[in-house]
């Protein structure tokens, strides 16, 4: 079956780790996002990535880090800079050419404990 | 930053009743989509509207597109039960294909 897998589903962090949330798609899309949402915020964009290999800045990348060494994969780092990371996080894909939906996995969340 | 407001932010009906939920955007669009989220799960797309059609039909769901007043609203009718969850617009912002939400309208729809 084609989708979008996120794991884990529920990770805690302790303060001052970094923590690596995986995001995999075989969907052959060419464009990845990660989303940050907040009770009653809405979905924010973190980063993304149109193709292999580059990646840009979303509305709040401080304290978080990606790669897109591969097609299929997209990680994202919560990094000990993010002080307040608790939050459920939201990888998405979507085909590059074209007017098409979008796709998201489950969600990872994530608590500091 | 928000491109969509959905309004009104909670909803609350019986079952059969119709839900009509509104989105506002900001800047010119080539698309919009509505997708749903039931708690704790990932969003999942409902309908996509292109910027030059007016209304479209999926099974008991309405989507209108209004461009001129930067507008759209999803209509669920005869809701049931499992209707409920939050439901979110998306646009692609000066068609940028970088999907950008709104906050999403929560609807409870009471069996």
Redesign the interface.
């Known amino acids: 079956d084609g989708g979008i897998t996120q794991s884990p589903k529920y990770l805690f962090r302790k303060e001052g780790q970094n923590v690596t949330l995986s995001c995999e798609q075989n969907l052959n899309h060419d464009a990845m996002y990660w989303y940050r949402q907040d009770p009653g915020q809405g979905l924010r964009l973190i980063y993304y990535s149109q193709i292999v290999n580059d990646f840009q800045k979303g509305d709040i990348a401080e304290g978080y880090s990606v790669s897109r060494e591969k097609k299929e994969s997209f990680p994202l780092t919560v990094t000990s800079a993010q002080k307040n990371p608790t939050a459920f996080y939201l990888c998405a894909s979507r085909s590059g050419t074209g007017v098409t939906e979008a796709f998201f996995g489950q969600g990872t969340r994530l608590t500091v404990v | 930053?928000?491109q969509g407001e959905e309004d009104p932010q909670a909803l609350s009906i019986q079952e059969g009743e119709n839900a009509t939920m509104n989105c506002s955007y900001k800047t010119s669009i080539?698309?919009l989509?509505w997708?749903r989220q039931n708690s704790?799960?990932?969003?999942?797309?409902l309908i996509?509207i292109?910027s030059n059609e007016r209304e479209k039909h999926s099974g008991r769901l309405r989507v209108t597109l209004d461009t001129s007043k930067k507008s759209s609203s999803l209509l669920i009718t005869a809701s049931r039960a499992a209707d409920t969850a939050s439901y979110?617009c998306?646009t692609?912002p000066g068609g940028s294909?970088?999907?950008?939400?709104?906050?999403?309208t929560s609807l409870i729809v009471h069996p």
């Open positions: 930053s928000q080539n698309n989509q997708y704790g799960r990932g969003l999942v797309h996509l292109r979110f998306a692609d294909y970088i999907p950008t939400f709104g906050r999403g």
